[in-house]
């Protein structure tokens, strides 16, 4: 009998382990939002998270002035800092960016608040440096 509580102790603990692993590495979906960062926090009570909002802007297929806007919400891994920095530069020039993100099968409350972690950042209307102007000989 002892033993038989014993082996189901260690099933029950290798299932947990098992559970949690996949909850915290198991990736849902994968995919690119684009739109503009309105939103980049740290906040949290015991645990402190990168958390974001990004403002997509969708447009009617039907009128040009039908704009819709939508916010999705989303966090980032701590150890992430340079999307974290790209984030926090684009959030101040309010430029269009491209999220690269996945989606994870539950929050889990150390990691975010949200299932959708930001893993890259592509900025879409990076401010293009002014060249000089290039002198030219006048024609003779």
């Known amino acids: 009998m002892r033993k038989a509580i014993v082996w189901i102790s260690i099933i029950v603990v290798l299932g947990l382990l098992g559970g949690m692993t996949f909850l915290y590495y198991g990736v849902y979906s994968e995919g690119v ?42 966090s980032i891994e701590r150890d992430a800092s340079e999307v974290i920095h790209d984030l926090e530069e684009v959030s101040l020039s309010g430029e269009r960016v491209n999220l690269h993100y996945v989606e994870r099968y539950r929050a889990l409350p150390w990691r975010g608040s949200t299932r959708y972690f930001v893993t890259k950042v592509v900025r879409s209307d990076k401010p293009k440096t002014e060249e000089a102007p290039v002198e030219r000989a006048p024609f003779d």
Not at 43 to 68: D, Y
């Open 33 to 74: 939002r684009a739109g503009t960062v309105i939103k980049l926090s740290k906040k949290g009570v015991l645990f402190k998270t990168w958390e974001g909002q990004l403002n997509i802007r969708s447009f009617g297929a039907v009128r040009s002035e039908n704009n819709l806007s939508e916010v999705f919400e989303f």
